[in-house]
């Protein structure tokens, strides 16, 4: 019987954004690469545009096996990308962000919008409320992400979340550091999680 793979769920815009940086090298196109190369696999939004399209690429062209996960309504938004191992069309949100949950091993959000930060924090939320153990990355690309976490450090000093509740995201600016301190990460993860009852 093979091994079972490790499962990154990547949370990401549909947009590129305004740098370069987000897409290339220092961004979405390296997590994917990085993560095939790791011999992991890909769960993610399902889209084929932006970075969710760059980090779906990058995955599958160093062949990761690459899963994706899109509401029926936005199958023409965010162009449901048709080129995936797997595309599952979903009828909700809710639906679709429980799909990728309960697929991942670990969870990584890279530069972009409201819909990105709320699937990093949902995941969060559920984490420190015991229903996961799994790593919680955050994918810092050129600073993007400063404000965030300076605003972060606010909520840690006003006292409404815990040092160790903030403890429990990963930060770096570089993926390779990223994924190194998720894999590291992950044996203490591994069977600790119940997302079936969220």
Known sequence: MSERKTTLCVFCGSRHGAQPAFADAAGAGAVGRSLARRGWN???GGGNVGLMGTVADAARAGGAWVTGVIPQSLMQREVGHRGLDELHVVPTMH????MMAERADAFVALP???GTFEELFEVWTWRQL?????PIALLNTAGYYDPLLAFLQDTVREQFVTEAQARLLIVEREPEALLDRIATALPAAAGASDL???
């Open 130 to 134: 015991g229903y996961h153990q799994r």
């Open 112 to 114: 972009g919008g409201l």
């Open 95 to 98: 639906v679709r962000k429980q």
């Open 42 to 44: 890909l769960v993610y």
């Open 196 to 198: 079936s009852r969220t």
